[in-house]
Structure formats: structure tokens, C-alpha cells
């Protein structure tokens, strides 16, 4: 319990910093994903059904923030976090290259998402600005925050296991 409550409050913290302190960054052309850098990675640590309902909470978090119709969001971070559980079979604690893979992998299937129902229904249709001025730097922001980030949740991780086996 202590585990899942502590990480709805740095998913809480993530969407915080994401949507409230970053945009007032003015040097920052591009912003982390922090949101979908914590769902792959809890998804990725502890399996497809932790994924899917941290997928779940952060896809309603961003759902209530942004406008548009409620469950764009949430569709695809419950898939993000499910499809992202199902590595869990190839989870090392130390292993840094696969959820560096696994970030850029989401970061670039959530930017085409935004892309395709955002922007190409609306008949815009030049994919290389998109491509060179948004997709590109979030990428690149997302996959190094993957490095610092996935080693905090990694140390969380292993801090709660000593609790709880200290406690047994």
C-alpha cells in the first residue's frame, strides 16, 4: 500500500512540474514527458496490471487538464502502460538500455497519436515541421530525463523493498 501511495504522489508531483512549472522554463522549447516517463516505468517494473492502472490515473489526470474529448489521453497511457508491463519478463534493476529504448519508443508513439487526431485531422499536414520543431527535441528532453528519473524510481524501489523485508 505504502508503495502504490507513494507513487500516485510523484505521479501527482510529475503532472505538477509538467503542466505548471515547465512551461514557465522560458529557454525550454520542449518539455520532459514525465507523466509517461513514470507509466512506462512503473509498467516496466512491476508488470502489466500495475501498468495499466497507472496508465489509467495518469491518462484521467491529463484528460481533466487538457480540453477535447475525455479518454484521448487515457487510451493511450493505458496502452502505453499495458503494452510496456508486458517487458517485465526482461526486467533487470541495473539494465539502463531498454527503458532508454522503451522511452523513445513511447515518446515517439504518443507524439505521432498527438500528430494524426490533433493536427492531421485538421488537414495540417506538414508532419517534417511537426517532426523538426516538436517531436524531435521532446524526444531527445524525454529520453535524458529517462536516465535521471528511472534511476530515482529504481531507488525508490529498492528502498521500499528493504522496508518491507525489515518489517518481515
Do not use: H
Request: hydrophobic share 50%; charged share 15%; net charge positive.
Amino acid at each position: 500500500m505504502k508503495r502504490f501511495l507513494l507513487n500516485v504522489v510523484l505521479m501527482i508531483l510529475a503532472f505538477t512540474v509538467q503542466n505548471c512549472v515547465f512551461p514557465l522554463i522560458p529557454f525550454l522549447t520542449a518539455t520532459p514527458n514525465l507523466l509517461l516517463i513514470l507509466t512506462f516505468s512503473f509498467g516496466f517494473i512491476y508488470g502489466k496490471e500495475a501498468g495499466l492502472l497507472y496508465g489509467l490515473f495518469a491518462g484521467i489526470l491529463l484528460d481533466l487538464f487538457y480540453s477535447g474529448p475525455f479518454g484521448f489521453y487515457t487510451l493511450l497511457f493505458i496502452n502505453i502502460g499495458y503494452f510496456n508491463g508486458i517487458c517485465t519478463q526482461y526486467y533487470y534493476e541495473d539494465y539502463i538500455n531498454l527503458p532508454l529504448v522503451m522511452s523513445l519508443v513511447n515518446e515517439l508513439i504518443y507524439n505521432l497519436y498527438i500528430y494524426v487526431f490533433r493536427f492531421l485531422i485538421r488537414g495540417r499536414l506538414n508532419i517534417l515541421y511537426y517532426l523538426r520543431e516538436l517531436m524531435i527535441p521532446e524526444i531527445i528532453f524525454t529520453v535524458v530525463t529517462t536516465l535521471f528519473l528511472y534511476r530515482l524510481i529504481l531507488f525508490i524501489n529498492r528502498w521500499l523493498k528493504r522496508m518491507e523485508n525489515r518489517r518481515d
